[in-house]
């Protein structure tokens, strides 16, 4: 008897156990390549795969290991398509006997043909235009909403508070208004805390800000009436 059939409860009991493992899409074959090349399958699980059974033949790798064109070193999560267009992401691992002769070989086959369709539906689905990135803040805390604002503003400004200028805090005073955090009823007190300034103060700045928006509103509006 050959190597892979002296030892064929083992082999057999490890590609069940592979085929098990994933599923009716993964194809396990066990070749015995001492045998008559068009009958080297004697074991083979989930043979839907590729249609192939026992006592079918070998494919053209085994071929060039016996031709001695090919090392017979293992394969690893190399890709193939069979007579029916399936791809299959395949391994082969070949047996040697105690005297180092390949004598067969466990080749894993897994269609992945539903699962790249699957891949290219969820890229889809899940794809987004860069041009339209949003930055929402998911808290239930007020307080940890507000401190994200606070936050954004400082980092636009890109100095620390201590340096700012009054234009710098009137630039970042401007943006937290833009962003509604002063709709929030105790915003002023956390916003004239973290600034170092009083709330008189951002209310000036306010008050400068809403002025100035009031009167480019206005410009807009009589630039516009004199084209019509």
Excluded: W
Aim: with cysteine.
């Amino acid at each position: 008897m050959s190597y892979v059939m002296d030892n064929f409860d083992m082999f057999s009991r490890i590609i069940k156990g592979i085929a098990a493992q994933f599923g009716e899409n993964c194809e396990v074959v066990l070749h015995d390549l001492t045998r008559d090349y068009e009958h080297t399958i004697v074991a083979i699980e989930n043979g839907h795969v590729t249609g192939r059974k026992v006592g079918d033949s070998g494919t053209n790798m085994g071929l060039e290991i016996l031709r001695g064109t090919s090392s017979g070193s293992d394969q690893y999560n190399y890709v193939n398509r069979t007579l029916d267009n399936k791809i299959i992401k395949s391994s082969s691992i070949y047996l040697n006997d105690e005297d180092g002769n390949i004598t067969g070989s466990i080749c894993i086959n897994f269609d992945i043909t539903g699962l790249l369709a699957g891949q290219r539906e969820m890229n889809a689905f899940i794809s987004v235009n860069p041009e339209n990135a949003m930055s929402e803040h998911f808290s239930g805390n007020i307080d940890d909403l507000m401190d994200y604002l606070i936050e954004q503003s400082l980092d636009l400004i890109g100095k620390p508070i201590s340096e700012m200028t009054k234009k710098d805090k009137m630039k970042a005073i401007e943006f937290l208004e833009k962003k509604g955090i002063f709709l929030i009823m105790k915003s002023m007190d956390k916003v004239a805390d973290r600034f170092q300034i009083s709330k008189f103060s951002i209310y000036n700045y306010l008050d400068e800000i809403r002025g100035s928006d009031s009167s480019d509103t206005e410009k807009s509006k009589k630039a516009s009436k004199k084209k019509k």
